[in-house]
Every structure is written in structure tokens, then in C-alpha cells.
């Protein structure tokens, strides 16, 4: 699906920061509505639906675990 999107967790990327993960979530929304950018009328459920995939993202990289390689 969306192939602009870059895994970020390690060992994938180190450095993760908060504007990566807004990123990622933005062309998420983007992708699944179809909208570059919303119309007036839809811009406040476009934002925030960016801002939950944004922390729902942030909260998944915080509670993974990566094993290291077999």
C-alpha cells in the first residue's frame, strides 16, 4: 500500500524522530482518502486522523521489541 512510507524501527533506522513518524501517518491518511489535501469541510477529520495514526504510530515503535538476529 503505501510504498513511500519506510519502516521505522530498528535495525531498519536508528533515528527516529517525531516529525518521521507525523510523516508517515500524514501519507497513511492521504493514501486511504484518496485527498492530497482535504477540502475546508474535511480538513479537521483529516487532521485529526493524522494526529491519532501519529500517536497510535508513536505508541506501537515504544512498546516493540526487536530480538536480535538468530
Known amino acids: ?3 513511500s512510507i ?3 524501527r530498528p ?3 536508528e533515528s527516529v524522530t517525531e ?3 507525523r510523516a508517515a501517518a500524514l501519507q497513511y491518511v492521504r493514501k486511504i ?4 489535501a ?3 469541510h474535511n480538513a ?3 487532521d485529526r486522523a493524522v494526529e491519532t495514526i501519529t500517536r497510535a504510530s508513536e505508541e506501537l515503535l ?7 538476529s538468530r
Open 33 to 36: 482518502s484518496g485527498f492530497r
Open 1 to 3: 500500500m503505501c510504498r
Open 11 to 13: 535495525p531498519f533506522t
Open 44 to 46: 479537521e477529520a483529516f
Open 19 to 21: 516529525e518521521d513518524v
Open 62 to 68: 515504544g512498546a516493540l521489541q526487536v530480538r536480535g
Open 6 to 8: 519506510k519502516t521505522l
Open 38 to 40: 482535504p477540502a475546508a
